[in-house]
Structures are given as structure tokens and as C-alpha cells.
């Protein structure tokens, strides 16, 4: 709402159907503009926003339908549109591409968008970089709030470093992200709420992921539950 004055606040409300299927996942970017549509059964094909080789990530609403798409580098609102500018002082100001968000193409899980719990408009994207690319190996944020621009969405936050070095995976639940650092075996937890990113959790466990070869440092990461599981390349992990 937005009164007079142009002062705008937000409020919502959820309501749980049990037995529905979460339908947060329902629409699937990828590859040169393609996509899937599981709002549909059985699914369609659709075209997309994204032009990406490797890493991207798309949310949508409890709807299904799309609330905004990145490649880790460019992002998209709902309306498939590119996000060119990002709020500096409220001020709209230019995003220059490269870098973007931080992120880079190449990476295989070069972006990850996260929602905050306890609020439906805000959103954490992290995305990472190639590693063999320009091997900085950083993990960066930008945090998405879905209330600008007349509810189509925005960037109030981009690029900025979280920590390096970085492996290519990344992943998630509701309350944290995890990482993996490039060049031991160590996991990064970090919690995620409405006041922010916290300080990580580091947890030392599993394979080194080791500097000495490109192959330990790229693959994906996958939560469920509370089951973690490291895709490895190289031999004899693989």
C-alpha cells in the first residue's frame, strides 16, 4: 500500500494447504532460453530469459509463478525484464555487466537464490566463480526485494564479497546457506533471517578439496533434509 505521500508499506498472509505439492520450483530456466513449465501435466516446454552454459537459479511464488531468474551474473524479474540498476542511497543506480552480481557463467552452480524466512518479498542470491576463470575464487550476495518497482522487484544490494576461496558449490535450506572452501575440506554454514547473514559455522570434514587440480573445485552440492552430498570429479572421490 502507498499512500498519499508516497510512503509504502507491505503486508501478507500465507495459507497452508496440506498435501499440496510446494510449488516454489514449478518453472525451470536453463540453457540457451529454454525452460519447463510444471504448472502443467505433464509439463511443457517454454522459453526463458537466461543464456547461460552452466550455473543458474529461477523462484517462484507459492503460485507458481516466476517472481525472478539469474545466470549468477544478470538478473531477471517476473516480467522475464533485466535488472539494469540497484538502489545506492535510494538512488537507481547502473549495474555494469561484467560483473553483474558477482557471479560468472561458467560456474556450475553459479548462483543460488535463497528466500528469508518470515518475509515473502525478500530474497538472498549468492552466486560464485568458475574456477578456472579468474581464479579469485569469490562467493558474493545481492539481496532482492520484491516490493520495488511497483512489485515487480529489485536489487537493494549487489556484489558483495561474502568470503574467498570458494569451491563452485553452493547450497541451501530455509535457515542456511552452505559452501564449500576451495583448497581444504571445509564447510561454511551461514544463517539466514530477516536481520541479515550471520557469522559461518565451519565445520572440517570429508575430502580436501585441493588448489593443485581445477576438477576439485567445480561439481554441485545438494541438501535435503538433513543429508549433504559433494559431487566430485576427481579420482579416486568420484
Given amino acids: 500500500v502507498t499512500d498519499a505521500t508516497g510512503c509504502s508499506t507491505y503486508a501478507g498472509v500465507n495459507i497452508r ?10 518453472i525451470w530456466y536453463f540453457g540457451q532460453n529454454a525452460g519447463i513449465d510444471f504448472n502443467k501435466q505433464p509439463p511443457v516446454p517454454i522459453t526463458g530469459p537466461l543464456n547461460t552454459p552452466e550455473g543458474c537459479s529461477v ?7 516466476v517472481i525472478f531468474s539469474t ?5 531477471y524479474d517476473k516480467n522475464d525484464i533485466e535488472i539494469t540498476t540497484t538502489l545506492v542511497g535510494g538512488v537507481p543506480t547502473p549495474i555494469p555487466i561484467p560483473p553483474g552480481i ?3 557463467q561458467g560456474s556450475t552452480q553459479s548462483a543460488l537464490i535463497m528466500p528469508v524466512q518470515g518475509d515473502e518479498t525478500i530474497f538472498y542470491i549468492f552466486t560464485t566463480q568458475q574456477v578456472h576463470g579468474s581464479n ?3 562467493l558474493r550476495y545481492s539481496l532482492y526485494d520484491l516490493k520495488l518497482n511497483n512489485g515487480n522487484g529489485g536489487l537493494v544490494e549487489y556484489n558483495k564479497l561474502l568470503f574467498t576461496r570458494s569451491t563452485e558449490r553452493i ?3 530455509g535457515q ?3 559452501a564449500h572452501e576451495y583448497g581444504n575440506n571445509s564447510f561454511r554454514a551461514y544463517p539466514i533471517s530477516t536481520t541479515g547473514i550471520g557469522n559461518p559455522v565451519i565445520s572440517s570434514l570429508g575430502s580436501d578439496h585441493l588448489l593443485t ?3 576439485n573445485g567445480q561439481g554441485y552440492m545438494e541438501l535435503t533434509g538433513n543429508l549433504l552430498a559433494v559431487a566430485l570429479s576427481t579420482s579416486p572421490s568420484n
Fill in 59 to 65: 523462484i517462484c511464488d507459492r503460485n507458481g509463478e
Fill in 213 to 215: 587440480e581445477e576438477l
Fill in 171 to 173: 547450497t541451501g535450506n
Fill in 136 to 138: 579469485t575464487y569469490e
Fill in 71 to 75: 545466470d549468477g551474473v544478470r538478473v
Fill in 176 to 178: 542456511w546457506m552452505i
Fill in 17 to 26: 494447504e496440506y498435501d499440496a505439492v510446494d510449488q516454489r520450483a514449478n
Fill in 102 to 104: 558477482g557471479g560468472e
